[in-house]
């Protein structure tokens, strides 16, 4: 197994973990809904874990320098696009860059790049407890994206990213809904978990409906776009690699 997707592997289990404190850890100084201290270790935790993922993407050349260029370019620019929507409850055009970002460029740089939309973003938006479950959220449609395309030469479908985008609409309103759940329900029961998320039923469909839209009319095209950029990157390498042998 490839050191990267051992990563991307412990960035699940402790995004997993993440949801767990609360339950196993209330009230303590790692608790991210009620210690600032928590908060900030589970961010830096999560931070160094996706630096050493690229870490070992370099090593395994499946990734350039400058592709990572583009990777922060292009989160910096999937959390800005996210501020002149907030007037519009979750309606936003980041959960369908970040499909983009990773049906182009993979599982690991998708969660990378859902990551760091929201820690962006939230330098502005405002910080909060709720920034780590928005990071494991946007991380985790970029790994499906990323999986759609393992092989990152299949062909977008736009009738298919529609639906998944539809689905991770209320998928996206749910894991954050646990963080609501954890944080203000009393008693922890399915039921009242259930009941959350019937009340946020009307934003999770806006957020679905908003995927559909921005995947349907824009994603091939964006995905195009990207595709582009990364072939442009690999024939640089090819053609670096075709001198350094003639030269020999």
């Not at 592709?67 to 959960?95: D, N």
């Not at 092989?151 to 996206?172: A, D, T, V």
């Amino acid at each position: 197994m490839k050191k990267s997707n051992l990563i991307l592997g412990f960035l699940l289990i402790y995004g997993l973990f993440l949801f767990l404190i609360p339950v196993i850890f209330p009230g303590t100084i790692i608790d991210p809904n009620v210690s600032t201290i928590g908060l900030v270790l589970n961010i830096f935790i999560i931070v160094i874990l996706f630096i050493i993922g690229l870490y070992f993407k370099l090593e395994e050349s499946d990734i350039t320098t400058k592709e990572i260029s583009l990777i922060a370019i292009f989160s910096t620019f999937t959390a800005i696009s996210r501020i002149p929507f907030v007037a519009i409850p979750s309606v936003q055009p980041c959960s369908f860059l970040i499909f983009c970002a990773g049906f182009v460029f993979g599982p690991l740089i998708g969660f990378i790049i859902g990551v760091n939309t929201a820690l962006i973003s939230n330098i502005f938006l405002g910080q909060g407890p709720w920034t780590v479950y928005q990071m494991i959220a946007w991380g985790l449609i970029g790994i499906t994206a990323g999986l759609l395309n393992l092989s990152r030469r299949k062909l977008p479908n736009k009738y298919l990213n529609s639906i998944i985008g539809f689905i991770w609409g209320f998928l996206y309103g749910w894991v954050m809904n646990i963080w609501f759940w954890l944080m203000f329900i009393q008693p922890l029961t399915l039921q009242s978990f259930f009941l959350v998320n019937i009340a946020s039923f009307f934003f999770d469909l806006a957020h679905a409906l908003s995927n559909v839209i921005f995947l349907y009319f824009f994603g091939n095209k964006t995905i195009h776009l990207l595709n582009r950029y990364r072939q442009r990157f690999e024939i640089s390498i090819e053609k670096q690699e075709f001198t350094y042998i003639s030269n020999r």
